[in-house]
């Protein structure tokens, strides 16, 4: 197969991203994997590395109309950022939303252009990316427009062969239950199986869960499970899709563990994220799931707490880094 472009991005400067980018790609192995085509300041980059202890060469670039890749040996497009308002290192600010919504679509361009069949991002924050005037709930959503991209998306978190994913996502705890409904859960279910699919699993297999303790017990303590998810999961089997359930989130891990199933589709964000941390914080990946182009990222966040330290894990993103060249491997 030939070898992918795929395009990285630090995330937030501000926290645990450079570091990140700089463990990662001074392995030699995983530099081969791809041409890499990083978008950063480079001091940014720089400074990544010097916190890391740990550097590796690479070639500054200004012009991505004629790229050439030299053997394993990553290219640098800078984003200058030095005329500019400096970060605030380890918290939240309007500068780190504006820096990442900036190379993030550098990266998304080069994507839409050809010159990289994927984006994989180290960890950014909604909070700065807000304060730097991202109008959209979330990444994923802001991705999606600027991809022109108008179909179902949702955000699908991976640890080892366990795939998750969530019928409502980055939304207001009290807002969940009005956000459901049986489209909804389908779609995600739907998106699911075409995800695992892509994924090489012939035949997936897919646990659902219920939204009230215990499944409701038949209406007791809410209605859900009858109203939406049952119905959704006769139209799942409609269109031909392996779907076991509803489970209650306290024992869905046991079902998925007996049956041997590859995925659970929750109803909302930390409905099984927590059990999948609990799994593998490690070794989690999320991918944005359904849209047309593939990015990835580690499934943690900016751990503002531990920058500049040396202390940040790289194994999760060097996982979504592995992921991603292997999607963008098959998309281009
Ligand atoms: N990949 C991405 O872009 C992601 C971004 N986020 C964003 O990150 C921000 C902060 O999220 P939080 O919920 O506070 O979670 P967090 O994942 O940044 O931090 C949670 C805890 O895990 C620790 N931690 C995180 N990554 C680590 C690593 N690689 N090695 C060692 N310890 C690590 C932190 O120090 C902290 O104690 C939010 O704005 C969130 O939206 C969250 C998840 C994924
Ligand atoms: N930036 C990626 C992101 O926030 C996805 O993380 P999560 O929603 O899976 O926690």
Sequence with gaps: MKKPSVAL?????????????AK????????????????????????????????????????TTAIAFTADRPLLLNHD?????PFHYGSASEQSGVYILETLARAVELTQQGITQGICFAPLNKQAMHMGGLKHRDELH??????????FCCEVNVVDDLWAGRATSHI????IVKNLSVNGVVETISLMDRTLRQAGIAAPK??????????????????EEQTIIQPAMSQARALGIDVYGPYPADTTYKAVETGKLD??????????ATALKMLGFERGVTVQGGLPVPIATANHGTAYNLYGQNLATPSAFENAFRLLVKMAGSAG
């Excluded at 897919?206 to 209605?223: C, M, S, T, Y």
């Excluded at 995925?263 to 099984?272: L, N, P, R």
């Design 9 to 21: 991005v630090l995330g937030d400067p501000a926290g645990i991203g450079p570091e990140l980018v």
């Design 24 to 63: 990662v790609l001074s392995q030699p192995a995983l530099r081969a994997l791809a041409n890499v085509i990083i978008i950063a300041d480079r001091h940014e980059l720089e400074k990544g590395m010097a916190i890391a202890g740990q550097r590796f060469d690479y070639d500054e670039i200004t012009d």
């Design 81 to 85: 950022w030095s005329r500019r308002t």
């Design 142 to 151: 802001w991705f999606a427009e600027l991809l022109k991209f108008d179909d």
């Design 172 to 175: 207001p705890f009290r807002d």
């Design 206 to 223: 897919i646990a659902v869960q219920a939204l009230n303790p215990h499944g409701g017990e038949n209406g007791l303590f809410g209605d």
């Design 263 to 272: 995925a659970v589709v929750s109803m909302y964000h930390d409905q099984f």
